[in-house]
């Protein structure tokens, strides 16, 4: 390894690290001499990147909020042009829900991340302003798919999104056992059916 | 303080102190130590209660667990008799929800439990069990509306359920602040008017 080693490199190395141990052994195991001994830096070398846990944190969950817009891109990529409102809020959802194990990863860094910014005024802002992003990002959708005819008038386009976004407690249910893949893909489909009128 | 103290009352004591710290202070803040010294009881007598954090996070959680069966007893009480199948899914749902102090206490005792749970299998066990119990109590009651013709026919109960529990999703945008409580009672009643329909 050379002397001068990539900065943006290697918080990335370690954010990797991070995302990896909360994956496989949980929140409370991210520590961070467990991250650094992860990432194989001394806790010095990790403490020069980030000075303290909350910090690691919100930088890693920066990190997997870029996967999962990236992924969301490589999806639209492959649907119609232009896609049909409908498609494209499915894909928004169904990758913030732990369906598949990239997905996962970042469903639980999600949950630690929220868990920890109810107590944490700085993580509560960084999580609230991100999260409020994503919501009127969604709401924007919805406006113009209301303004298309894609969804039937009348609609509210601010109660439409939140009961969409409320639907991410099926992540909690995925995650227990309790509700299996596939239903969660038909209940998604069952509300955005509801939503939109059938697929015609 | 007599020196035969009831058991299962210092355990009562014991999981409302560990909820209280993780309400105020956070789930990574409720170590046996602090718990002890919430509680006012040595770590030793602690751990003659608790052998491990996750056992005394199962019982806390147990503890939660009644205390929502009895706020939605106290709700169900209030209804009119026999209640309509729409209030009683609306009273169980809202009151999962951090809608007042006491169910965010328990809501957020929740949170950080399923986190925990993921990635400990005995906890992972008791929680879904819970969780399993839930979703067949909420199966039930959609079903007899659905006979009932309460809820218009061709509706398929196991979906329908998932998205009613799907709603919990809104603890968290509740929690961080993007979806404000009113917004959040909106967002569940226009959940329930297009199960129910309108009501009449």
């Given at each position: 390894?050379?002397?001068?080693?990539?900065?943006?490199?290697?918080?990335?190395?370690?954010?990797?690290?991070?995302?990896?141990i909360v994956d496989q052994q949980g929140w409370a195991r991210a520590t961070m001499r467990e991250v650094a001994r992860e990432a194989g830096v001394s806790l010095g070398q990790l403490q020069h990147y980030f000075s303290s846990r909350a910090e690691m944190l919100a930088f890693a969950m920066e990190y997997a909020s870029q996967q999962t817009r990236a992924r969301v891109e490589r999806g639209l990529a492959e649907l119609d042009h232009p896609p049909h409102p409908r498609d494209v809020l499915r894909l928004v959802l169904t990758e913030m829900l732990p369906l598949r194990p990239e997905a996962r990863a970042t469903s639980r860094m999600n949950a630690a991340y929220v868990l920890e910014a109810m107590h944490d005024p700085a993580l509560k802002r960084q999580v609230g302003t991100g999260l409020r992003d994503g919501r009127s990002m969604v709401e924007r959708l919805i406006r113009q798919a209301l303004d298309e005819g894609h969804i039937p008038p009348g609609r509210d386009p601010g109660v439409e999104t939140d009961l969409l976004l409320a639907l991410t407690g099926l992540a909690t249910l995925l995650e227990l056992d309790v509700v299996e893949p596939q239903a969660a893909?038909?209940?998604v489909d069952q509300h955005l059916d509801r939503l939109f009128g059938p697929p015609s």
């Open positions: 390894m050379p002397k001068q080693v990539d900065h943006h490199e290697r918080r990335e190395a370690i954010a990797g690290a991070l995302w990896r893909l038909r209940a």
